[in-house]
């Protein structure tokens, strides 16, 4: 039951951090989930530790029984696969107000002063004995794509990222122009990036070469990668968790020598994660936050935008155009031709 609530939680933590606020389930689902977290709480108070730090995850709201026909909108990833009844799908306007964990959890049966004291916000807590990947000094001299395949020959060989891959899959480095001047930094491969090795390869990748693509470059004249080299395991084969800050810290060297030796212009970070990743894990951090800015990592300037997996869930004219007025900014940044049309994409037609 533990490793179901830590799946769960996962598959949320990931939607919230992709800027997700509100899933849906079923009220048997609901109920399910209520009885499994009263468990999980009262077992936390028998042992005096605590399983899950459910608080902070995406609110819910019950969908009307029988759970709703309605085609859930295209996933972009295996991030989310949940079991039938758990009906999770992007919000659209329904019926039921929502209902937040705080308040699933404070309707357990327990009295709350029988549950011991606990932090406040916690990180993700799949233990990885993992403290941070010791990158030997790459070539200074060759070309770009000389110093990147060194690198990658080191990250293929280290054995953390190979002690953590899944059976028959790959560790996944990154890929594209070595002189690029846009860097694309997602989270961590998903099933289809560990299958092929290569990054952004499954439909959020599909999403991610249409944008590219609208910004007027093609995915070989930039650079994709991830803050993690490895898939993130699981206790179960289905669906995807975000990394923990630890993961991250260990692949961060790797990612850096790749901005390193790329230098590009402009960094986009898609997705809370991949914030958390390069300016440092912070559970205050909000995607919402973070746009707008530009921030910084290692003197090279960074956009943070949704990830395109929160875009698929959420294909609103609304949410597209914030994600490309990111874009603009990291074309002007890049110092890239912007045509009148290319401002105006979501804009209202005049
Ligand atoms: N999501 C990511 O963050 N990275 C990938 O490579 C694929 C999906």
Not at 136 to 148: K, Q
Not at 200 to 211: C, N, S, Y
Not at 215 to 241: D, F, H, S
Not at 325 to 342: G, K, T, V, W
Request: aromatic fraction near 6%; include cysteine.
């Amino acid at each position: 039951m533990r490793a179901e609530l830590e799946v769960l939680l996962g598959n949320l933590r990931a939607l919230k951090n992709e800027g997700t606020t509100d899933v849906f389930v079923s009220e048997e689902a609901l109920e399910t989930l209520r009885t499994r977290v009263a468990a999980a709480v009262r077992e936390n108070a028998a042992t005096g530790t605590r399983v899950a730090d459910v608080a902070s995850a995406a609110s819910v709201r019950p969908t009307p029984s029988p759970v709703s026909s309605k085609k859930p909108s295209p996933h972009s990833s295996p991030r989310v696969s949940p079991p039938p009844q758990q009906n999770l799908r992007a919000p659209d306007p329904e019926p039921f107000p929502p209902i937040s964990f705080d308040e699933i959890v404070s309707s357990k049966p327990t009295p709350a002063k029988s549950v011991p004291a606990a932090p406040e916000k916690k990180a993700p807590s799949f233990d990885v004995s993992v403290s941070k990947a010791r990158v030997a000094a790459v070539p200074a001299t060759g070309t770009n794509a000389e110093r990147l395949d060194a690198l990658r020959t080191q990250m293929l060989g280290d054995p953390i990222c190979n002690e953590h891959l899944h059976k028959g899959k790959h560790l996944v480095f990154g890929e594209g122009n070595a002189e690029a001047s846009v860097f694309f930094c997602g989270e961590a491969p998903g099933a289809e990036e560990e299958t092929a090795g290569r990054p952004f390869v499954g439909p959020a990748g599909k999403l991610l070469d249409k944008m590219i693509a609208a910004a007027g470059l093609a995915r070989e004249q930039v650079y994709i990668g991830n803050i993690m080299k490895w898939r993130p395991e699981l206790p179960t084969l289905y669906g995807n968790r975000p990394p923990t800050p630890e993961e991250m810290a260990y692949c961060l060297p790797y990612l850096a020598a790749q901005t390193e030796i790329i230098r590009p212009r402009v960094i986009v970070a898609l997705g809370l994660t991949a914030v958390n990743g390069l300016l440092g894990f912070d559970p205050d951090r909000r995607i919402g936050a973070m746009r707008g800015k530009t921030l910084d990592f290692r003197g090279i300037p960074v956009v943070a935008t949704y990830h395109p997996s929160y875009l698929l869930r959420n294909d609103s004219v609304k949410s597209k155009r914030a994600a490309w007025e990111d874009f603009l900014r990291m074309m002007e940044i890049a110092e890239l031709p912007i045509s009148e049309r290319q401002r105006n994409f979501f804009l209202p037609k005049k």
